[in-house]
Nanobody, 124 residues
């Protein structure tokens, strides 16, 4: 089992940047494919970005391509999401998730472990 704790959320103006972190503890972090998802009020949880166990493969939603970058540091047991050129529609609670399959996946059902989420609010 792995425990996940997100941090780095906050309030930012449109056009600004934030860097989210997800600290993992428990079983070997490098054994998991990782992902970021987000959920806006009244909406379903949506895929944002995913990364393979060694960082060699990434996949992002079209809505964030060119603006968000996912990365991981297996030595530090930490997943990151660098978010640039933020827009008001990026406002949501952001969750990191781990899946025992080490590939990339955009399907929330593939993920076994979830963090509690961190709020990102982008003002116009």
């Amino acid at each position: 089992q792995v425990q996940l704790v997100e941090s780095g959320g906050g309030l930012v103006q449109a056009g600004g940047s934030l860097r989210l972190s997800c600290a993992a503890s428990g079983r070997t972090f490098s054994g998991y494919g990782m992902g970021w998802f987000r959920q806006a009020p009244g909406k379903e949880r949506d895929f944002v970005s995913a990364i393979s166990w060694n960082g060699g493969t990434t996949h992002s939603a079209d809505s964030v391509k060119g603006r968000f970058t996912i990365s991981r540091d297996n030595a530090k047991n930490t997943l990151y999401l660098q978010m640039n050129s933020l827009k008001p529609e990026d406002t949501a609670v952001y969750y990191c998730a781990a899946q025992t399959g080490s590939h990339v996946s955009a399907r929330s059902a593939d993920y076994n472990y979830w963090g509690q989420g961190t709020q990102v609010t982008v003002s116009s």
